[in-house]
């Protein structure tokens, strides 16, 4: 199976009677994506259109660096393992254990830093 960036997900048409209202709506299975989240698209667009960009312009391979509370360092390590580029996610020290396996299990190198995600991004903006 060909690993990509992300998937077609389902639209899964959805009632909803609350007592308020009778309403179909459509949810979109998001979760299906191999970063377990929409930010599968977007991030892994982002690094595509970049990687391609570098390569038209013989800078070699991209290589991915990131900050992160989690799904977004997730989503770039599945997009950049899709790619076989490297990838290092900065994440803060409230970052559950779980999510970090994850991310180092999708092929990217994670460094814990700082009590919140904006010292995460501070500390990978400067180092």
């Not at 930010?39 to 667009?45: N, T």
């Not at 290092?88 to 020290?93: G, N, R, T």
């Amino acid at each position: 199976m060909e690993m990509t960036y992300y998937e077609k997900t389902p639209l899964i048409r959805q009632f909803l009677n609350n007592g308020k209202t009778n309403s179909w709506f459509y949810v979109k299975h998001e979760m299906l994506q191999p970063g377990g989240s929409f930010k599968s698209r977007g991030i892994g667009h982002l690094i595509r259109k970049s990687n391609e960009e570098a390569l038209s312009e013989g800078s070699g391979k991209l290589a991915v660096f990131s900050s992160s509370g989690g799904n977004a360092g997730l989503a770039a390590a599945t997009a950049c393992r899709s790619m076989a580029l490297n990838c290092s996610v900065v994440v803060p020290k409230t970052t559950k254990p779980r999510m970090v396996k994850k991310i180092q299990s999708a092929g990217a190198k994670v460094i814990i830093h700082g009590d919140h995600w904006g010292e995460a991004d501070e500390y990978l903006r400067h180092e």
